[in-house]
C-alpha cells in the first residue's frame, strides 16, 4: 500500500495559531471562513483538492491570510479568541472493486472512504492522511468545527455539540501547539 501526507505547513500553523486572539468579525460561506483579528489581519480557511494519485483526490484545510476587512459578527464564544485550537485529521482511501468483464463503467468501481488515521484497510492501493480542518474551543467551551466538506471545496461549519462529538469520532485531534 503506498501512503501520502497532506499536512498543514508551518506557515499556515503560525497562522491559525493566531486564532487565539480576539475574533472582531467573521464571514461564513459553503467555500471559505473568513476570521478578522485585528485592523489589518484576515485569516482565511478554504478547502484544497490535491491529486495524490490517479483517480484519487483528498481535500486539506488551506489556511492563508489577507488585509481585505470581514463583515460579520464572530461567535459569541469566541470574541477573545479560541482557547484550544486542534488541527482535525483523517485518513481517505479509496476502496475498488473489480466489475464484471465489458462493463459500461471500465473494469474498477471506486468509492471514497474516511476514517480516523489507522483504520484503513491492508488491502488498499493508497491511503492519505489528511489534515482536513480545526475545531476551536472557547474559553466557555463553546465549539466551533471547521473542516472540509464532503462536497468538493467546500467547507463544512459546525457548531451543534452532538454534531461535533459525531464528526471527532471519525477523525483525530492533534494540538496546534503539538504540531
Known amino acids: 500500500m503506498r501512503h ?4 498543514l505547513s508551518d506557515r499556515e500553523t503560525v497562522l491559525l495559531s493566531r486564532l487565539a486572539e480576539p475574533w472582531l468579525a467573521v464571514a461564513l460561506s459553503d467555500q471559505t471562513v473568513r476570521i478578522q483579528l ?6 482565511t480557511l478554504t478547502s484544497e483538492g490535491v491529486d495524490v494519485a490517479p483517480f484519487f483526490e483528498c481535500f486539506r484545510l488551506n489556511v492563508s ?3 481585505r476587512a470581514v463583515v460579520g459578527e464572530p461567535p459569541l464564544g469566541f470574541r477573545t479568541g479560541a482557547e484550544v485550537i486542534q488541527v482535525l485529521e483523517s485518513e481517505e482511501w479509496l476502496a475498488r472493486e473489480r466489475l464484471p468483464p465489458r462493463s459500461l463503467v471500465g473494469d474498477f468501481i471506486g468509492s471514497h472512504c474516511r476514517a480516523a488515521p489507522g483504520n484503513a484497510p491492508v488491502n488498499v ?4 492522511i489528511v489534515d482536513c480542518g480545526v475545531l476551536f474551543t472557547a474559553s466557555s467551551g463553546q465549539q466551533l468545527l471547521i473542516r472540509c466538506a464532503t462536497t468538493p471545496c467546500w467547507l463544512a461549519v459546525i457548531q451543534d455539540d452532538k ?6 469520532g471519525e477523525h483525530r485531534l492533534r494540538d496546534l501547539t503539538n504540531s
Not at 485585528?38 to 485569516?43: R, S
Not at 492501493?125 to 492519505?128: A, G, N, Q, Y
Not at 454534531?163 to 471527532?168: A, G, M, N, P
Request: aromatic share 0%.
Open 125 to 128: 492501493e493508497h491511503s492519505c
Open 65 to 67: 491570510s489577507s488585509r
Open 4 to 7: 501520502s501526507v497532506l499536512r
Open 38 to 43: 485585528g485592523e489589518h489581519t484576515v485569516i
Open 163 to 168: 454534531t461535533i462529538e459525531k464528526e471527532l
